[in-house]
């Protein structure tokens, strides 16, 4: 401001400046002079917190209790430990010293820079073996009251009483045995009875905004997960979905299940502040029916991955693998060089050590069996070759393994029932500029587990997909060039060749990329998804014959129901337009079609594995005919009905219709006139069709004009 | 069915009319010469030369003989369906957006774009029966609530008492065609949720149906304004019309032009979609066209429909026997 501005100013003001004593003005303290800025006030809070309360202070116990002469060396050492873990404010350490003998007291008080290094000050020291008979226990002093309070004497929890939980598996017992289904679409997430006699969805269950991110199913359809800001939720229940259980975990943004549904991974990472640091991990194992928290892990990305170009953007989901089977008995992460397996009893390592496997790139369980399998590749420039390897856990024993030359990648697929490893081996040309693939096949019930070669008939096609037989012997691979690949079955056992892999035949120039076998098997759909357009073929693996050629327009997602009976594809939004699903039958034919804007998922409900035997379900299926006899009497009895309801829901909007169209008729009967005012006298349409009527109508009358009577003589 | 080509604009089709002994169609595009062609065979007879801009609407009297267009070139202009010959022409400050002639065809209601600074309005003028005497007047000015919205189309409603108007407000809206009074207005629960961009009446005026590119179309009463149906596309609508003969209404739109990428020419759904009128339910759809369809229109014998597009084809059905025989 010039200073002729401020005397104006001034004068305005009524202010005279020879009284002002200028030096006497006291700036408040601070770069600032206490005005707050708005966009600094949130820094404000956190610095509140570092001010005031005492959470950056730890609590150090179990050290050992030294004369004054060694009080500074016990210092130094403590100052070590702890500056590593994070910044030691000026003077923030205190140990106390009893004033009687000189001696220290035992334990220390230590003030750090921030909380959050408290904290971590504390998760990584707590029980440090400093020696034998010195193992720190560290608290935060925040919780010292807490700690303090509790009370000497035991008491004994009150037993609550016994509350029957709800029937969570309700919705087997459906009376028509249908399966469930949950699609998100617009802010609403809803649960659906498929009603394939009905030809339509049956709701069960609608929300608005039911979850922040996506929903998921647990592996034996027992729960539904939603996502929130605050954490996870599972939700279940006989009738309706209530919610079973909370988990806290702010801003979760993947979660998981163990495949027996008996623990929860939920996932958060956040992208770092510099962009060269790798982001900040979270994860938390829960046990998803008591909610209890079982273990967390933190850390960088890096050490939840191994990093190289996929590891950027946080972890490859899911990043904990459970092994197979019902018991969710181990889980292994895999990281730089490492393999780590957890057991669940403990929560802890395996032997408390991790497995050691340089350059390890890829793991894979067994859907059933403890059984790990996992692929290193080539190293020291193919001086090393490159390496597939079965692992026994917990023993960590070698199983099986095979060295593969001159290999540029591997993918492992197990088979549904972890009898077969499948492993597709991408190998350099004698010119390593190009590749060509083929398969390694382990025979993992056999004894010495056998391993077969597999070459497609033309060694250079590029496998596009590859896809097991659920629960049994045979395999799908699409294979050649695109636009138009053919499709190749094999199978693992046949009558004449025993153990060996057998091509049971290839299906020439299909329309597909994608394969998607039913869920019991012998059905398989050949899908174009992408660039074509949403091509379905329904094949018959038994017969290799094809069912039926359909297409489901852009569809970007197929899903079959746990069931095998029907398989679901669908639009989601993706594309602008046609957003919705689609339910066919497993042989192809269209049953309906459910439009729905902004379609997000689709997901069938899954079912706990069947409890009939193979030798049942077997000769159920020999006996087939028996049963279906009587369903065969209800689907006929239930499409009666849908016609006669059809009919009269048509009936009653017919004549909803005739009685509404009635109605204005008679008005505009009335109106009639004044139409014809308005146009100048000219009849309307109508009307001038019903005199033309009049016009034709013939009219004959005869007239009597006069009667004359005349007398004929004879 | 085969359909009739009808190669004659050079830009995106805008509007479609059948005249009413359904000899005649005219058509407009976004080239600046609505076109007459005759509705039995394709072929064109004539031409309307005068406007300077594209032109979105018209109208043609009962008696054939005068047609009214509306154009971007901010005029409406009269024509002499015979000759071809400009009769007169309506001046606003915006371009002119819709036209439709009221029964007896000595009214016409016009509305006009937001423009500049001007709002969107709903104008009425009188038609004289001598050209000579026409006066550029307007009898009445309805200002639209929401000035800065488009309004898409107005039209009369029964004995000229009313019109009935929707736009990008996703409002319909019944006036009063005497005093300009708002009547009433849809409602927003079960109205369209996005631009409302056709509206298309039934020949007795008791109902009429909108097209929206919220992927519906619904039917309402024309006096009450209660929703009657509503007709899920799945792809904007930008055009409808119903069936005079039958129970059908037929619903056009696709991707949006500007959208409309190099892929699939079937991914955008350019289909006119037939539906039962009283079920709701589609009942098949004619592909063809390789850009969205922005006009339809029955003839009025219900014998065959014609469909405009952004390809700039008019293409004209007539109906195979067994479309009349349609049962589900």
């Known amino acids: 401001m010039a200073e002729l501005d401020i005397d104006t100013r001034a004068a305005k003001l009524g202010i005279d400046w020879s009284q002002v004593n200028l030096d006497s003005i006291q700036l408040p303290p601070g770069e600032n002079f206490g005005i707050e800025s708005d966009d600094e006030g949130v820094y404000h809070d956190d610095q509140l917190e570092f001010d005031t309360g005492f959470g950056n202070i730890i609590v150090v116990d179990n050290l050992p209790v030294v004369p004054k002469t060694k009080f500074e060396k016990l210092e130094n050492v403590l100052k070590k430990i702890y500056s590593q873990l994070g910044a030691i404010k000026e003077k923030g350490l205190w140990m106390p010293v009893d004033p009687n003998t000189g001696m220290t007291l035992g334990y220390c008080f230590i003030e750090f820079n921030t909380p959050q290094e408290a904290q971590n ?38 037993t609550k009483p016994y509350v029957p939980g709800e029937n969570l598996q309700k919705w087997l017992t459906d009376e028509k045995a249908r399966d469930q289904l949950v699609t998100r679409s617009g802010p609403d997430t809803e649960v659906f009875w498929n009603d394939a006699r009905q030809k339509n969805t049956e709701l069960v269950h609608k929300r608005s905004y039911w979850t922040e991110s996506y929903v998921q199913w647990s592996p034996l359809g027992t729960y539904l997960v939603t996502l929130h800001k605050q954490g996870a939720a599972v939700w279940g229940g006989a009738d309706t979905f209530t919610r079973l259980m909370r988990y806290q975990h702010n801003m979760v943004k993947l979660v998981d299940f163990s495949p027996g549904e008996k623990y929860l991974v939920t996932y958060h990472s956040q992208e770092p502040s510099n962009p060269r640091d790798a982001s900040k991990v979270e994860i938390k194992v829960f046990d998803v029916r008591t909610g209890r928290m079982m273990r967390d892990f933190k850390g960088s990305a890096d050490e939840f991955s191994i990093g190289g170009p996929g590891g950027v953007a946080g972890a490859s989901w899911p990043v904990f693998r459970w092994a197979g089977g019902k018991d969710d008995k181990y889980f292994a992460k895999l990281s730089k060089n490492t393999i780590s397996v957890y057991e669940t009893e403990t929560f802890g390592l395996i032997d408390k050590k991790s497995i050691k496997v340089d350059n390890v790139v890829d793991i894979c369980w067994s859907p059933t069996d403890s059984i790990l399998s996992l692929f290193v590749p080539e190293q020291g420039g193919g001086n090393q070759p490159a390496k597939v390897a079965l692992v026994q856990i917990p023993s960590k024993v070698e199983l099986r393994q095979k060295n593969l030359f001159s290999v540029s990648d591997c993918k492992m697929y197990w088979q549904s029932s972890g009898e077969y490893l499948a492993v597709k081996v991408d190998r350099y040309t004698k010119t390593k500029k190009s590749t060509y693939s083929g398969f390694e096949l382990f025979r993992i019930k056999e004894r010495d587990i056998p391993i077969e070669v ?71 759909i050949l ?26 327009f852009m569809a970007t997602d197929i899903e ?90 048509r009936k009653a909007l017919k004549e909803e219709w005739e009685k509404w169209v009635k109605q204005w008729k008679s008005l505009h009967e009335e109106e009639k006139l004044a139409r014809q005012n308005l146009r100048d006298g000219e009849i309307s349409d109508e009307e001038e069709e019903e005199d033309e009527a009049k016009e034709v109508k013939e009219v004959e009358f005869e007239d009597v004009i006069d009667v004359t009577e005349e007398v004929v003589q004879e | 069915m085969r359909p009739i080509l009808m190669k004659g604009h050079e830009r995106p089709l805008t509007f479609l009319r059948y005249n009413r002994d359904g000899d005649m169609l005219f058509s407009c595009a976004k080239d600046h010469t609505p076109t007459l062609w005759y509705a039995d065979n394709g072929e064109r007879h004539g031409t ?135 009547l009433k207005e849809s409602d927003a629960e079960v109205g369209h949720k996005n631009t409302i961009t056709s509206l298309s009446k039934a020949a007795d005026d008791s109902h009429f149906i909108t097209g929206s590119l919220d992927k519906t179309a619904k039917l309402w009463d024309m006096r009450t304004l209660t929703l009657l149906k509503t007709y899920v596309s799945g792809v904007p609508v930008n055009a409808v019309s119903m069936s005079p003969l039958l129970d059908h209404v037929v619903l056009g739109g696709g991707q949006d032009a500007s959208a409309v990428t190099t892929t699939d020419h079937r991914a955008g759904k350019f289909e006119a979609k037939f539906y039962d009128k009283i079920l709701q339910e589609e009942i098949g759809g004619v592909k063809g066209h390789f850009g969205p369809i922005n006009a339809l229109a029955f003839n009025p014998d219900g014998k065959s429909f014609s469909s405009g597009g952004e390809d700039g084809y008019v293409r004209l059905h007539h109906f195979d026997s067994d479309y009349f025989n349609i049962r589900i």
Not at chain 2, 89 to 112: C, E, Y
Request: charged share 30%; with cysteine; glycine share 6%.
């Open chain 1, 560 to 649: 079959w129901d746990p069931t095998g009976r029907y398989v679901a594809t669908a639009v989601t939004s993706v594309h602008e337009m046609e957003n919705g699903f689609t339910i066919w039958s497993f042989n192809g034919k269209l049953l309906y079609r459910n439009l729905k804007d902004h379609f997000f998922q689709l997901a069938w409900r899954p079912r706990p594995p069947s409890f009939l035997s193979p030798e049942k379900e077997e000769e159920i299926a020999k006996n087939l005919k028996k049963y279906s006899k009587k369903y065969e009497l209800e689907d006929q009895d239930v499409s009666l009905l849908l016609s006669e309801q059809d009919r009269e829901k």
């Open chain 1, 121 to 158: 000050a504390k998760e990584k020291t707590h029980g440090y073996k400093l020696d034998k008979s010195h193992i720190f226990a560290v608290n935060m002093f925040d919780d010292f009251d807490r700690l303090m309070n509790v009370k000497e004497e035991w008491e004994a929890p009150q």
């Open chain 2, 48 to 182: 309307f030369r005068g406007h300077n801009g594209a032109v979105w609407c018209c109208d043609v009297s009962r008696d054939s003989l005068r047609l009214i267009t509306g154009s971007a070139d901010q005029t409406a202009k009269l024509w002499d369906v015979k000759t071809g010959q400009q009769l007169f022409s309506f001046k606003f400050g915006s371009p002119a957006r819709s036209v439709d002639f009221a029964l007896g065809d000595k009214l016409a209601v016009i509305t006009t774009d937001p423009f500049m600074e001007r709002t969107s309005a709903i104008h009425v003028k009188r038609i004289a029966e001598d050209p000579e005497d026409q006066v550029s007047d307007s009898v009445l000015v309805l200002p639209s609530p929401d000035g800065k919205k488009r309004i898409n189309r107005a039209v009369w409603g029964p004995l000229n008492q009313t019109i009935v108007s929707g736009g990008e407000d996703t409002v319909l809206r019944i006036w009063d065609a005497e005093t300009g009074k708002l």
């Open chain 1, 527 to 552: 899908a174009g998804l992408k660039n074509f357009n949403g091509q379905l073929e329904f094949f018959n693996v038994d017969e290799l014959e094809t069912m039926a050629t359909t297409e489901h």
């Open chain 1, 454 to 524: 597999l070459e497609l008939d033309n060694k250079n096609d590029k496998i596009i997909a590859f896809a097991w037989e659920p629960k049994g012997h045979r395999f799908a691979v699409i294979h050649g060039d695109q636009p138009r690949p053919d499709v190749s079955f094999y199978t693992m056992k046949t009558t004449q060749h025993g153990g060996r892999v057998t091509k049971l035949g290839t299906l020439k120039a299909k329309q597909a990329n994608a394969l998607f076998w039913s869920p019991t098997g012998k059905y398989i």
